[in-house]
């Protein structure tokens, strides 16, 4: 059974509208990821959060924002979504000690 | 900047045959771990190498690290179809953010 939820699945959206990615984790992880990944491609990690109130931007420069307001909840947000940010967004969290990263389903986006 | 280099990137292989896969990173770190991604699927992990010279071992998957070459292999006896997969490493850049960098990947597809 999953530790760490991603919502929704699937997502088809138009272009412009603004959407929300959730990330929920129940093992208390301080440490939260959001990577970004095309199909069959390598994951790029776009933001990371070392706890509460703590994001910063990861290595591949993205136009979507993230908060981390509590420790279980690490959302991910497009002001205007557009066909370029189409891809399949991976969350992540692991412990304290980092050892051992749990990923979530992920959710496949589809701007058209 | 942290860099981690996989080959081969693709490798079709007939069933009951041995192959290598590497992984190449660019700075010092002895954490790597190896994950399998089924099309469309999330990250699964493999294995998590924490020292010099460790080897891990499961079915006909076994993998090592030389943290002194910079180098990991992940070794498949006697393939069979079903670890047709995407494999990906994965190095941790420093242990005050814990952020995993991924190769590319190397796709596997065992033939019968």
């Known amino acids: 059974e999953a530790d760490i939820y991603q919502t929704p699945r699937y997502l088809v959206i138009g272009t412009g509208k603004k959407i929300t990615l959730e990330c929920s984790q129940t093992m208390g992880h301080d440490k939260m990821y959001w990577y970004q990944q095309d199909p069959g491609m390598e994951l790029h990690l776009i933001h990371y959060?070392?706890?509460?109130?703590?994001?910063e931007k990861g290595d591949l420069s993205s136009e979507s924002t993230v908060s981390r307001i509590r420790t279980e909840h690490f959302p991910l947000t497009l002001e205007s979504a557009r066909p370029s940010h189409t891809s399949q967004y991976l969350c992540a969290s692991s412990a304290h000690s980092g050892y051992g990263y749990t990923f979530g389903s992920g959710t496949r986006l589809t701007v058209v | 900047e942290l860099k981690v280099e996989q080959n081969p990137l693709f490798l079709s292989m007939q069933e009951g045959k041995n192959y290598t896969i590497y992984c190449n990173y660019s700075t010092t770190s002895d954490r790597l771990y190896w994950y399998r991604q089924d099309p469309g699927k999330s990250l699964e992990s493999l294995f998590v190498?924490?020292?010099?010279?460790a080897v891990k071992q499961e079915g006909r998957l076994m993998a090592s690290l030389d943290t002194k070459a910079r180098l990991s292999t992940l070794h498949i006896t006697a393939a069979v179809h079903d670890l047709s997969a995407t494999y990906f490493c994965?190095?941790?850049?420093?242990?005050?953010?814990?952020?995993?960098?991924f190769g590319s990947g190397t796709r596997l597809l065992v033939r019968p």
């Open positions: 959060s070392y706890g509460v109130n703590s994001t």
């Open positions: 190498l924490l020292s010099n010279g």
């Open positions: 994965a190095v941790v850049v420093s242990y005050s953010s814990y952020k995993l960098i």
